[in-house]
Nanobody, 118 residues
Framework: QVQLVESGGGLVQAGGSLLLSCAAS????????MGWFRQAPGKEREFVAA???????SYADSAKGRFTISYDNAQNMVYLQMNSLRPEDTAVYYC????????????WGQGTQVTVSS
């Protein structure tokens, strides 16, 4: 069983930055693929960024060049550094984990709200 707890959301002006954190309680954490997803009001949840357990990263087009996903294996932490934020980035951001694929992750956090004002 994996428990994920996000933190770091908040209200920021357009152009600003936020660092989201995800604390994972899992044995063998380094073998999990980790990702960030988001869901805006009235929209479906969408992929933002992912890091495979082998170290590869991928980003949604909307996140490329602005967001960075990173790990701290020693602390079982996953981060999402978000820069140059836009009002359309406003959403609840979720951390997710899966040992095989992030298409349908097995584990989800409770989410953290990010609001970007114009």
């Amino acid at each position: 069983q994996v428990q994920l707890v996000e933190s770091g959301g908040g209200l920021v002006q357009a152009g600003g930055s936020l660092l989201l954190s995800c604390a994972a309680s899992a044995s063998n954490f380094m073998r999990y693929n980790m990702g960030w997803f988001r869901q805006a009001p009235g929209k479906e949840r969408e992929f933002v960024a992912a890091r495979t357990w082998r170290g590869g990263t991928s980003y949604a087009d909307s996140a490329k060049g602005r967001f960075t996903i990173s790990y701290d294996n020693a602390q079982n932490m996953v981060y999402l550094q978000m820069n140059s934020l836009r009002p359309e980035d406003t959403a609840v951001y979720y951390c997710a984990a899966d040992r095989s694929s992030l298409i349908r992750p097995d584990y989800w956090g409770q989410g953290t709200q990010v609001t970007v004002s114009s």
